[in-house]
């Protein structure tokens, strides 16, 4: 028959759930998405395996549209957000050529207890990557692992490993998404963009690495540059810089690179001859302009006003040493002329008559 004392050890496993479960729900007020997968693994922290059991089978269900969000985000580069479920914000009114910088961000709130921090960033780097190809490189090819064919795989055998454990499928599927997008994105930057090109232009002009440019440039400028800042026009300067160029090896540069080389005045100031104002100026636009940002121009540009400053003190010393070189030499010359003059007179005055 039934007693208290069975009816008690009946319900004992029920009313554990019971309490289990009123303690997520408790637990889990007002939360959604990342923050709410947070609160829920919380609870995994007990030494119950009953209850570690239970709760673990509730995160995997609640977690499944954190991983579906994650998992069009690393092998497609899109954000279906609408809730503002996922860790990654995205901002549609940032413009094209700030994509990379200012677009995206983590949302430290939505971010998952058990991702840590630096495979948040990795993620972001993933779909940030993807959508800078699609964007602003317009390549619409696949991506390794990120095909069609290699994301079904993964979501069909891709379990969502809880916990920050290195080398769980999570962590391989992140891994492989990241070296794979990655190498994709610098292939498209040094062959489409030939990025390394527009590196070695700048250590070429702007860092001066091209000696015989930078010297005929100089001497071709000199007589402008001596004058008032006032007094200079840019298209006299360019013609000036078109000159250099075809006079020295730098005729034989990328032509897409020589386009892009230009010159520039900078902010004029009282007394300012053109050797202060003058500069040299690199343009670039597209993907490379979010390597090269203003800021990082603007600071090649410091360090050439300082080498075009050391230049023209080299130059200007290297124009007195040959001055006092030409001047010695005549001296030497017009002193052994005189001694040479003695010599014959004190000759011919001993010569008896």
């Not at 390549?139 to 994301?151: A, L, M, T, V």
């Amino acid at each position: 028959g039934m007693t208290l004392r069975r009816l008690v050890v009946w319900t004992a496993d029920p009313m554990r759930r019971l309490r289990t479960l009123a303690s997520v729900v408790d637990s889990c007020q007002g939360l959604k998405g990342g923050a709410l997968c947070s609160a829920i693994h919380a609870h995994l922290r007990c030494g119950d395996p009953f209850d570690v059991a239970l709760v673990r089978g509730i995160l995997n269900q609640v977690a499944r549209p954190v991983r579906c969000l994650l998992d069009q985000w690393i092998y497609e580069g899109e954000l279906r957000d609408n809730n503002d479920e996922f860790f990654v914000s995205g901002d549609d009114g940032v413009a094209e050529d700030k994509l990379w910088r200012e677009k995206y961000a983590i949302r430290k709130p939505m971010l998952p207890s058990f991702v840590p921090h630096e495979l948040a960033e990795k993620i972001l780097l993933i779909g940030k990557s993807i959508d800078f190809i699609r964007r602003a490189c317009r390549d619409r090819s696949p991506i390794g692992g990120s095909s069609r064919e290699s994301k079904d795989d993964a979501v069909a055998t891709i379990e969502l490993t809880f916990g920050d454990v290195p080398g769980s499928p999570l962590h391989q599927s992140i891994d492989l998404a990241y070296r794979e997008t990655s190498k994709r994105l610098l292939e498209i930057l040094y062959t489409k963009y030939n990025f390394l090109g527009h590196l070695k232009a700048m250590r070429r002009y702007l860092l001066m690495g091209q000696g015989d440019f930078i010297r005929h440039l100089m001497d071709l400028l000199e007589p402008e540059l001596e004058q008032d800042a006032k007094h200079l026009y840019l298209h006299n300067l360019t013609g000036t810089l078109e000159s250099a160029v075809r006079a020295t090896n730098a005729q034989f540069d990328d032509p897409d690179i020589l386009e892009r080389l230009d010159v520039r005045l900078l902010e004029l100031s009282a007394g300012d001859t053109g050797w202060d104002v003058f500069s040299l100026d690199y343009h670039v636009d597209g993907p490379i302009q979010t390597v090269f940002t203003h800021d990082t121009v603007r600071r090649y540009l410091r360090i050439f006003n300082f080498l075009w400053r050391a230049k023209r003190m080299e130059h200007g010393l290297a124009s007195v040493w040959k001055s006092q070189t030409s001047r010695t030499r005549e001296i030497r010359w017009m002193t052994g002329r005189q001694t040479r003059k003695s010599i014959a007179h004190s000759r011919r005055s001993f010569i008896p008559l």
